[in-house]
């Protein structure tokens, strides 16, 4: 870990690099620098450090005068005598605020809070885990309300902005508040699809497929659909490759 110390004064800077041998022994101080204008100078010329500790009060100004200057990228510890400058501080880097007279413990702290930070500053962004496919739908009949397994429908379709339903054991039909678009993100993938902006079939209530005009197909399901049921032109090729299971 290569660190750069921001600091003028000389006892303050002999006290940190005390504390950081302690609590870091294969840290590596690369500079110790006092000034706005040496710490311009270093950031533009030298390869950016791991981390650095940095003093607000500088002999030639603030050291927030530094970020107007220079794009730091660079995490930085603050070590200061004053607390009016917290806020400002979190906006330019800083993973923590030191108060002087620094402290061995808040030091220690602080280097365990940089370490977490270089963790999730190299770590792959963990993506979320897929979630369950829908298992059960709750339909409304009349005034009552009753759950139909997912496995038992046969296909989803739309009429009139409304969404229905139609099960393979009974054949019968309840309407859904919920969008196609909605079910279709929510179903498993390797049973249902969807043909055209008006249906999603399931793939056992599939009874018979013939070709239809533009490289179309026309399916027959069971229970019979009261519409014609056409695979749509620009789903017909990843119709066929979802009935093989590709």
């Known amino acids: 870990m290569k660190i ?3 600091e003028d004064e000389a006892p303050a800077l002999r006290r940190l690099e005390k504390i950081i041998a302690e609590h870091a022994p294969d840290a590596e101080i690369v500079q ?4 706005v204008e040496a710490t311009v100078q270093y950031l533009q010329q030298q390869p950016a450090p791991d981390l650095m500790f940095m003093d607000i009060h500088l002999a030639d100004g603030s050291a927030f005068d ?3 200057q220079v794009e730091v990228s660079v995490p930085i510890i603050f070590t200061t005598a004053f607390d009016a400058y917290t806020l400002r501080a979190f906006k330019v880097n800083a993973i923590d605020y030191l108060m002087k007279p620094i402290k061995s413990e808040e030091v220690k702290a602080a280097l365990e809070k940089f370490q977490q930070w270089q963790i999730r500053a190299v770590a792959p962004p963990v993506k979320a885990a897929p979630s369950e496919p829908l298992r059960r739908i709750l339909v409304r009949l009349g005034q009552s309300m009753r759950l139909v397994e997912v496995q038992d429908v046969a296909y989803f379709y739309t009429r009139d902005k409304l969404t229905f339903l139609v099960t393979r054991s009974t054949g019968k039909r309840y309407p859904l508040d919920m969008p196609l678009d909605r079910l279709e993100e929510s179903l498993d993938a390797s049973l249902f699809f969807r043909i055209n902006r008006q249906f999603i079939v399931q793939i056992h209530a599939i009874k018979e497929m013939h ?10 399901l069971d229970p019979p659909a009261d519409v014609e049921t056409v695979v749509s032109t620009e789903r017909a090729a990843d119709f066929r490759q979802w009935l093989v299971g590709g």
């Open 211 to 220: 070709p239809h005009s533009k490289s179309r197909l026309k399916i027959d």
């Open 4 to 6: 750069v110390l921001i």
């Open 66 to 68: 530094v970020f107007e």
């Open 32 to 35: 110790r620098l006092d000034s």
